[in-house]
Nanobody, 124 residues
Framework: QIKLVESGGNLVQAGGSLRLSCTSSGRPIDGNAMGWFRQGPGKDREFVATISGNSAATSYTVSVKDRFTISRDNDANTLYLQMNRLKPEDTAVYYC?????????????????WGQGTQVTVSS
């Protein structure tokens, strides 16, 4: 059984940077698409970024494009989200997810396993 554990969330000032990590145990992430989602205060969970199982394709929600970068280290069984130029509206709990397909997806329902989330708070 797969377990995904996120880390790296913190309180940061606007304009700062954070790198989130998501480590898998119980199942290698190699060959599986992965994604990051977030849920802000009083909001529904939303898509942030996704990467295909072979790392050939990535996509981002418009609000984070050119500021966030998704990447993966299959040898370390770890997914990353580098977040730069953070804004207060990026404040949310960030979740990583694994999809048992090589193809990336922006659809929450197409992911099979989820982590418990890590809190990112951006102060103005």
């Amino acid at each position: 059984q797969i377990k995904l554990v996120e880390s790296g969330g913190n309180l940061v000032q606007a304009g700062g940077s954070l790198r989130l990590s998501c480590t898998s145990s119980g199942r290698p992430i190699d060959g599986n698409a992965m994604g990051w989602f977030r849920q802000g205060p009083g909001k529904d969970r939303e898509f942030v970024a996704t990467i295909s199982g072979n790392s050939a394709a990535t996509s981002y929600t418009v609000s984070v494009k050119d500021r966030f970068t998704i990447s993966r280290d299959n040898d370390a069984n770890t997914l990353y989200l580098q977040m730069n130029r953070l804004k207060p509206e990026d404040t949310a709990v960030y979740y990583c997810a694994l999809r048992t397909s090589i193809f990336s997806s922006q659809r929450e329902r197409e992911y099979n396993s989820w982590g418990q989330g890590t809190q990112v708070t951006v102060s103005s």
